[in-house]
């Protein structure tokens, strides 16, 4: 007989069953179910709606509930439908009719609302804590390579000249950011539901602030429907995640193509990369490829989270239990790349040599020369195209901006003197961008003091 079954006169069909049941699933619950009902239980015998003898009972079932779930010696089944018939059921079958008292001024809905904003707190910690290393990582490479110089890019053409720290640092920022709205989404999912019943709130003299002061919760929600309706803190969280995700595909991307042949600018770890088992020489760049690929996933659940609850009329329906294995989903994602990232990051291989050639080919540094005719008095778009035609004319004869003679240069300009050759090293474009957030070293090193800054608890 199902828990709900009174008013059922035939069994529920065996496809049906599995088709609603959640307990596969949501069983990763099971921790958060019990902190939950340990709570309302404690609060339902100190307001007298149930007798102390019975909470002891309660309380006591629960907690050996709790070790059978973690010795791994608890048995699901469909029949059961989810971790909250589970975990009630089990708990009567060890202390009789006591057990039957615990759902007392409650429903699953509420319950499950509660178990999710538990589950959604714990992990944003988890998550954060994650990001926090890599960030970690990312400070120890840049710190370590400060005078490797790269060419920037736009467009995926050679651009400019900048540090490899810099560039690398653009990640940690977006990292920093990352974890800001993790523990932004952190304030909503810090709501405590329970005490909203089924929708319409409970006939029961309950304390709600009791059971969110013993979970740690900093405010409750102050209208029944909503609490049970909710799932913008499920739906914030993979936001968080989504644009995490992005970040590291875009970083995935720079990686897979410093790792190639073409790049030569990283070499990644052996430990970190794998074979092919037809060509020999194959050394892929697994992880960037299926981190980049793993994006799409946590997107998905983005969206698949908000469409689902869209057209959703007031309060719980069954489409919100969809909520859940996409979440599940993107929390195991979250983790496993963030960890598989710094340690791949912390071993990775530059190849300063590599990156300074491709800095020094490709006229990254036309800008500065433009710049400095600029200095020179000229406006800078007359400069832009000076240096637009002695680019033009270095492409033709098959030289670089400094092989060019005095006598081309001062005949592009009169303004053009040969010390301006001196500019066009890739170590005096990176010098001359000193301003706050430039690439200059005095300026990476100034970004650094303030990524260290912000990394301190
Ligand atoms: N397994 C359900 C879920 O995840 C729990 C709430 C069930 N409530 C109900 N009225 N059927 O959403």
Redesign the pocket.
Known sequence: MKLWGGRFDKDTDRLMEEFTA?IFF?RRLAEEDIAGSMAHCRMLASQGIISPEEAGLILEGLAKIREEIRRGEFTYSAVL??I?LHVEQRLTEKIGPAGGKLHTARS??DQ?ALDMHLYVRKEILAVTSLVATLQQVILEVAGAHLDVIMPGYTHLQRAQPVLFSHHLLAYFWMLARDRERFLDAYKRADWMPLGAGALAGTTFPVDREMVAAELGFARLYENSLDAVSDRDFVAEFLSAAALLMVHLSRFSEDLILWSSSEFAFVTLDDAFTTGSSMMPQKKNPDIPELVRGKAGRVLGSLVAVLTMLKGLPLA?N?D??ED?EGLFDTVDTLKICLMLYSAMLRTVKINAAQMYAAASGDFASATDLADYLVRQGLPFREAHAVVGRLVGSCVNSGRRLSELTPEELREASPLLGAEALLLLAPEACVAARRARGGTAREAVEEQLKKAREIMEP
């Open positions: 959640s949501d439908e989810d909250h699953r809905n499950v719980y069954k919100m239990q859940k």
